[in-house]
């Protein structure tokens, strides 16, 4: 039960990317400050945890970080498996696109097989002629396959607003509204793959790195614990130690001495993780990673939630899918704080876990990918990025028999 394959979590570049230019420290502390203070708050339901206060803000890989990745090639390429090549037609020429459209995408002159699989490779103007319900059936199609990296891990834009992820990162307008024409649903989120017909928008080799960087900004949040004279102290303490006194000799004078404080009102929920969860929020991978045979993915980050340092052996699947069956028991909702939730698909392969923290708040890691950083994000969103809302996977909770796994 439960093997633990991972392979949504091994995301390529530019898919579904949420990086960080900031370092933790003086610099991280005050933009972290400034962006809570300007941006749009919103409150959690109440409920052990407290009550939390919610504010988005959007995240951007430094230079140092995605000058690593290469770009891929300005040509789309459509990877179709040559069992499913005729299926595959038949979609597309049931699409609105012209006839001669289709008869040339699927020209037996052009058409590369190698390995089992048909390679197409559509032009800037059939991808940019497609509607709206046809690229959504051809994106959905594409993603099957298991071959097309940009249309099975799109970038996701979670607000549903391509304006709200573009203001203030000083994208051309003309690229702007490119992403806002060839962006499609997927299921309930608004998501984009065609990187290579954007970048083909470019007018120098400066603004296709410029374009390059932008598509990294991704959103996620900061969560602040309200605390003050009226909140319910032990309650709030036993929460966050997880019911079982974990870490509450270090919690207890934080919470205390905060809810006692003249004019603060709010705790940074960072401070309430354990050790190396709060070492890596709002971070990606760094160099002392880049020995490792894999980077860390979503179960290395939920194995290692409650350990001081990090274990690595949970970087082969099949050590961290024995860790869930010696080491936890299945948990129905309501979760508590350090569950580990496991997206399962029907044949039982959890394809991606987080933890839970409150409400509907998880800590996440979402891929092994360099250019993803650990981050905060609501679970209905985490759902839609993974096809939960399309019915491809469910969630199931487990809990540490004993809180954590080591010291």
Known sequence: ?????????????????????????????????????????????????GRLRHYYFYLEAPDSVVDRVPLPDTQPRWRIPETELADFQEIVRRSSLPVEATDALFDPRQVIRNQGNAHLFPSHRLIEALSDK??????????SYHLNALYEFPIFFLSGSID???????????????IRTLSYRRGNTLAFSDIPTLISKATSDSEVQ????KLTRTRTLIARL????????????????????????????????????????????????????RKLLYTFPGDEFLTHSRLPDCHWTTLNFFNYSAQDYYLDTRLAASSILENFVPVKPPYRFGDVLMFVDDKDNAFHSCIYLADDLVYSKNGSNPLVPWVLIELKDLGQMYNLDLGQGVIHGFRHKSGRLSD
Request: glycine share 6%.
């Open 1 to 49: 039960m439960l093997p633990i394959p991972c392979w949504l979590c091994r995301r390529p570049f530019l898919v579904g990317l949420s990086l960080l230019p900031l370092i933790l420290g003086s610099n991280f502390q005050s933009a972290h400050s400034e962006t809570a203070a300007t941006a749009p708050a919103f409150d959690s339901k109440s409920g052990p945890w």
């Open 210 to 213: 410029f374009i390059k960087k």
């Open 134 to 143: 046809d690229r959504q059936q051809i994106y959905e199609r594409l993603a």
């Open 226 to 277: 309200e605390l003050n004279s009226q909140t319910d102290i032990p309650a709030v303490l036993n929460y966050w130690s997880t019911g079982l006194n974990l870490r509450r000799k270090e919690l207890e004078p934080l919470i205390t001495t905060t809810a006692a404080l003249p004019g603060i009102q709010f705790l940074d929920i960072l401070h309430l993780l354990p050790a190396l969860p």
């Open 164 to 178: 709200e992820w573009a203001k203030g990162s000083g994208i051309r307008g003309e690229v702007v509204d490119t």
